[in-house]
């Protein structure tokens, strides 16, 4: 089995990939997406969004990225994607799920998910501009407000010439409130050949069990589980329980290292806040902890409550 770390938009930045894949059990990264509109982005975004192209597109702790692109403009996807494999990147992943409002009502993301045809025609540009021994992916949702045609989209992207297939088992208008339908993922991995990647609801061992037996699936990809248990990678595998307590605290202090003397420092109160949020979910610890933060509104506050527990 493979475990993949989600490309969570707005909080799986370089820092949380580093602090994430550090911990151990990923098999691979897909990076936050980088929009495309109409034009080649200049190589600066690419490393602003992606920054571990500046070392041969690995995390600190050596494991891949799968640099991810958003757009519905299949000439200026390609163009796109090409540059990305030119900076390093290991292969493309294209973004058909994000259920952004902002991104949807610009014909991006899950939006696509009504039209495939452009998906088909996004995919293939890049299948045909990006070289062969690079993998071409994509992740989409099971439709926009029905799942009546989640067939049709992954044998729109099958035929398009794509590597495999990540599928989060819920559609646009269902966004992320449980349950995850993972059946539908086994509609279609009756009806393809690629390889499939489930995603949805995965939250510990037994989560991924059922995924397993309802989806078809071994591999799997996590996104708010991660932040929830940071191990949850090797949870999910069988080879570790959930971190105790003062392990998931000690990374906390290791996050806000990396993001206070990062550009994005002054998102860091917000930032540490929204993944104290996640991690409530699973430690009575955090909750706690979580409870005392919200009310704190500047960085040395924050960073001496966590130094002082």
Known sequence: MRVILAP?????????RALLTSVGGYD??????IRVVDQLLPEKVFYRLCAELKYQCRTASGTPVRLQLLGQEPNWMAENAIRAVELGSRGVDLNYGCPAPMVNRSKGGAALLKEPETIYRVTQAVRQAVPKDKPVSAKIRLGWDDKSRCTEIAQAIEAAGATELTVHARTKEEAYRPPAHWEYIAQIKSVT??????????????????CREASGCDDVMLGRGALTIPNLAHVVKGEQTPMPWPEVLALLLQYSEFEIVSEKEKYYPARIKQW?????????EGEALFRQVRVLKDT???LSLLRSC
Not at 8 to 16: I, L, N
Not at 276 to 284: D, N, P, T, V
């Open 193 to 210: 050949r690629l390889p499939i990647i489930a995603n949805g609801e995965i939250w510990g061992r037994e989560d991924y069990l059922k």
């Open 28 to 33: 691979m990264v897909i990076s936050e997406f």
């Open 300 to 302: 040395q506050s924050i």
């Open 8 to 16: 969570m938009e707005g909080v799986a930045d370089a820092p949380m």
């Open 276 to 284: 104290l949020r996640f991690i409530a979910r699973h430690y009575e």
